[in-house]
């Protein structure tokens, strides 16, 4: 029998099986080097320790794929790695940026910032459910296109969001609706004005909801609690889920979330007006001030209170959360010591730190600083230290402790889960193909 083989109608030669499987192996080997640079990376005093929980979930999904590559038969595996492994290249690249980008010395100190405050707001939800679920990775911020904030919850699909767009076969994109941990999207435009960092706590409190299932419980409070009449009712469930985020981040950051609020969005109509899934403009800025404590949002624009609003609020935060140990959302993230706020940005102002030592403090302070005196905020214009939101920058890196930012859940149990996330992806594949 002859070794020479038609392809295409070109006659290939014999050594091209041959060629062919050790390019194979070469395709595989590289991306196994590269998950396995990214898992060095993030050891202990390793460049990437602080997102250890998070390199490691992701390495584990994307290495259970490859092993099952690697136990094809080798006539199979010539002929279906190629493909396959771009894909996974190209799935592998969204947390690639995300985690490259951290290597830019701007960039890293924004994201190691907007990664505190996300970690602040989520850690102790984190804690509180820990006796009822495995403790989980915290999000994962980054910087991108979108001109708004956004949130992509664990599991859901992240396919718009990929580099250069969709994937290039169907198998991975319905595979890339695996997201292992929980992200939050910033825009570029952000990194440059502190201010609009506060908007990650908004977003993180989105995770909260989906993370420790909270979806059902808050639709439940408003319907056993809240007090509001049918119509009403339809129209607050609906916005349930941004009422919530909101709530969060007032929680965390106080009146300064409020203020960023506005900033954001006063300059867009469809904002000011509301949808069936975002309360207008004016009634969010209501619901801050419903769950602030009293005094503490003094000089806000618009109506001082609410009765809906304020009915809401309490049905959210009145009582503990059976899914959170009992706690209350107060309790979890209220802002410590809210009435120094004011002291700190002017601290800021004048040229000092804020003197808090809370993240979320540092950065509240910051952007009421900038509320105050825009003008003052740039003691200098550009990026200079003396300006109050470069110090306040630097406050928060000093407050970071050392080593990963997550504790490790029981590795046991993430690697089970992780790897039969990529045993899934693996499947997916295999059945696409075979439907053609």
């Known amino acids: 029998m002859s070794d020479v083989s038609t392809t295409g109608g070109l006659t290939v030669d014999p050594g091209h099986p ?62 279906r790695a190629p493909e396959l492994v771009l894909d996974l290249h190209h799935l592998w690249d969204f947390f690639r940026g995300k985690w490259a980008m951290r290597h830019m010395p701007r960039q890293r ?148 979330y409020a203020w960023a609020l506005i900033d954001v969005l006063a300059a867009h109509p469809a904002a000011a007006e509301g949808s069936a899934e975002y309360p207008p403009l004016a009634l969010r800025v209501l619901v801050c001030r419903a769950a602030l404590p009293d005094g503490e949002s003094a000089g806000l624009p618009g109506a001082a209170h609410d009765a809906e609003a304020r009915a809401v609020v309490d049905a959210l935060t ?28 002017r601290n800021l102002l004048a040229g000092t730190g804020s003197r808090r030592n809370d993240v979320p403090g540092v950065l509240s302070a910051a952007t009421l600083a900038f509320v105050a005196d825009p003008d003052a905020y740039d003691l200098k214009k550009g990026y200079d230290p003396k300006n109050a939101g470069e110090r306040a920058l630097s406050e928060v890196l000093a407050l970071v402790p050392k080593g990963p930012r997550a504790a490790a859940a029981s590795p046991p149990r993430r690697a089970e889960r992780d790897a039969l996330a990529g045993h899934e992806l693996f499947d997916l594949f295999d059945r696409l193909r075979a439907d053609g």
């Open 18 to 79: 041959a060629r062919r499987e050790a390019e194979v192996r070469h395709l595989l080997a590289g991306l196994e080097a590269e998950l396995a640079d990214w898992a060095e990376a993030a050891k202990a005093r390793g460049p990437m320790e602080k997102h250890r929980s998070q390199i490691e979930s992701a390495v584990r999904v994307v290495s259970a794929a490859l092993g099952r590559l690697r136990d094809m038969p080798a006539a199979e595996r010539r002929d």
């Open 109 to 256: 100190r924004f994201l190691d910032v907007a990664d505190e405050l996300a970690w602040a707001v989520y850690d102790p939800v984190r804690r509180a459910a820990a006796p009822r679920q495995a403790l989980r990775e915290p999000p994962l911020t980054f910087l991108n296109r979108h001109p708004v904030p956004f949130a992509a919850a664990r599991g859901s699909d992240f396919e718009e969001l990929l580099p250069s767009g969709r994937q290039r076969t169907m198998a991975g994109r319905r595979a890339s609706r695996h997201l292992p941990f929980p992200v939050i999207g910033i825009p570029w435009s952000a990194s440059h004005h502190l201010p609009s960092l506060l908007a990650v706590a908004h977003e993180t409190g989105h995770h909260i909801e989906d993370d420790f299932g909270l979806t059902e419980p808050l639709r439940t409070r408003l319907r056993e609690h809240a007090r509001l009449s049918p119509e009403r009712l339809a129209v607050w469930e609906g916005w349930a889920g941004e009422v919530f985020a909101d709530v969060c981040a007032t929680l965390a950051c106080g009146v300064a």
């Open 318 to 345: 009145g009582t503990g959360f059976e899914e959170l140990g009992g706690a209350t959302l107060p309790a979890l993230l209220g802002l410590r010591r809210p009435a120094e706020l004011h002291d700190a940005s």
